[in-house]
């Protein structure tokens, strides 16, 4: 049995987890995110694999337990599930994601490195490996809660558009690292000090770099956000009065380019209401020389049902929704997650996806990139319609989750997108957090939660490439894989100790 002493490590491991979380929206005290990781650092330092891998499953289930503590407010206020139920999935739910901050404090304790300093500059790039892992692969993605986001309002903000949510994070994950070597280390102060100060500076300094520019006059958008609560949505007595309520809001402002409403806001699939609805305000769109995106369902040739935006007005198209959100729209290793699913009475929905290679739509004149709800948290839809795209548009539903933390949350990652790709983000949701994001990644304007309201704004085309938007994450990876086989390298084939130079002697090595 394990000694007092170390039963409170492993509580402050968890407590750590919930720590954090904190550094993410809506409570962005960044520091903590750092914070958090160098104690989880410290704790796993000199464990076995097993036991460092319990302190970081400990950490993950204070991380995600307070971190997608939405999952409930989802399945039990939106989705019909009892509260047992929404109990029960919600704590898989975490269980299954906290193995992932395990995964990576055990595969520290694992690897070969016998000096402590290496072991605590191997954590930082092994983190990163596995949130790559998390965020890209398993179960199409999850990259919640992932450091970067947390740094988006930070001086670390400056390398987003150069090495992307993953390289930024790695810097993040570093900094920790080194103020740990800092509080640990008695020689080499002054090196690793100098080291800091650099990174920060320099991301610092990046902030002032625009590495896109504008290619044409400013657009006046509107963004329709409609508040209809999601328990009255799609209720058929509802349908007229929600049409209606949109309808209404858009005739207000029909001197803007461009308005967009939010996902879903049309609670019919299109071929229902496309005679009597969507295509008389197609003709009232081009009459008032503007255009319209609307999100609507709709079916394919042969019966499909797909998450559909369509452009109504002087330009008119269709994007079919391509990555679809696990046990939302589609339901991952069947027929297990059915039995489950049906034994508990929860029903979801069961779309396709559409081809990765869609033409982009056009508004206001310029071509966008578009992007539905979950879809705005992979940067490799964004980069994928660049350089064309001149801007961004995201439509939203957050209202499955109340007032909860997740919209904030959700915000904080489609802002990530507008950094990466220096590009305007047009984000309409249904009940917030509606709102316009400049390329420097800043909330330009917001609608408050839980208001029908039309925020009306505008924006500048965008031409130009970010460095992250040429490369993408590859490099990144690349650059992990290299320095831990380094680290590795080292530690069997040191090096001997060169001379001691005049470099040495300045920073006391």
């Keep these: ?196 100060i650099s990174l920060w500076s320099i991301g610092a300094g990046l902030k002032s770099v625009n590495w896109t520019h504008s290619i044409g006059k400013p657009i006046q958008v509107s963004l329709i956000q409609g508040n209809i609560s999601q328990d009255q949505k799609w209720r ?103 039995l489950l699913l049906n034994s508990l009475k929860i029903k979801l929905g069961n779309f396709t996806p559409g081809k990765k290679d869609q033409p982009l739509l056009v508004a206001g004149g310029y071509p966008f990139i578009t992007s539905i709800c979950y879809e705005d948290v992979f940067s490799d839809r964004a980069r994928a319609g660049l350089p064309e795209g001149a801007y961004l548009v995201n439509v939203t539903n957050d209202g499955w989750f109340g007032n909860s933390i997740e919209p904030y949350q959700h915000m904080q990652l489609a802002r990530m997108r507008a950094l990466e790709t220096g590009r305007f983000l047009l984000r309409a949701t249904n009940t917030g957090l509606t709102g316009i994001v400049g390329p420097d990644g800043k909330i330009k304007s917001r609608a408050p939660l839980f208001k029908a309201v039309a925020l009306t704004g505008k924006i500048n085309p965008m031409g130009g490439m970010t460095p992250y938007a040429r490369w993408g994450d590859t490099p990144i990876i690349w650059l992990i894989a290299w320095a831990l086989g380094l680290i590795v390298f080292h530690e069997k084939y040191p090096l001997r100790p060169l001379r001691r130079s005049s470099l040495d002697k300045n920073f006391n090595i």
């Design 1 to 196: 049995m394990p000694p007092l002493q170390s039963k409170i490590w492993d509580f402050c491991s968890l407590l750590a987890g919930l720590l954090f979380t904190l550094a993410f929206s809506p409570f962005d005290y960044s520091c903590f995110s750092l914070t958090a990781f160098l104690f989880l650092t410290a704790v796993c330092l000199n464990l076995n694999p097993a036991r460092a891998f319990f302190r970081g499953y400990l950490f993950g289930l204070g991380m995600f337990g307070l971190g997608v503590s939405w999952v409930f407010v989802s399945m039990h206020h939106f989705g019909g599930a009892s509260i047992a139920s929404a109990s029960l999935l919600t704590l898989l739910f975490v269980v299954f994601w906290a193995l992932f901050p395990a995964l990576a404090a055990g595969l520290a304790a694992l690897t070969p490195a016998a000096s402590e300093n290496h072991r605590i500059l191997m954590f930082p790039f092994i983190w990163i490996l596995v949130e790559y892992l998390r965020g890209q692969w398993v179960l199409g993605g999850f990259p919640w809660l992932q450091m970067a986001y947390s740094q988006i309002d930070s001086p670390l903000a400056g390398f987003i558009p150069i090495a992307g949510s993953y390289g930024t994070g790695l810097i993040a994950a570093l900094s920790a690292a080194l103020l740990l070597m800092l509080i640990k280390n008695r020689r080499k102060k002054r090196l690793i000090a100098c080291i800091l």
């Design 236 to 338: 058929p007595e509802y349908r007229e009065s929600t049409l209606q309520r949109y309808q209404a809001m858009t005739v207000q402002h029909w001197d803007s380019d461009v308005i967009v409403w939010p996902e879903t806001s049309v609670p019919a699939y299109l071929d229902e209401v496309e005679e009597v609805f969507i295509s008389p305000l197609g003709d009232d769109a081009k009459r008032h020389d503007a255009d319209l995106i609307v999100s609507v369902p709709a079916h394919g040739p042969d019966g499909e049902k797909y998450n559909a935006v369509v452009t109504l007005g002087q330009n008119e198209g269709m994007y079919r929704k391509t990555h679809l959100l696990p046990f939302g729209e589609y339901l991952p290793w069947q027929p297990l997650s059915g």
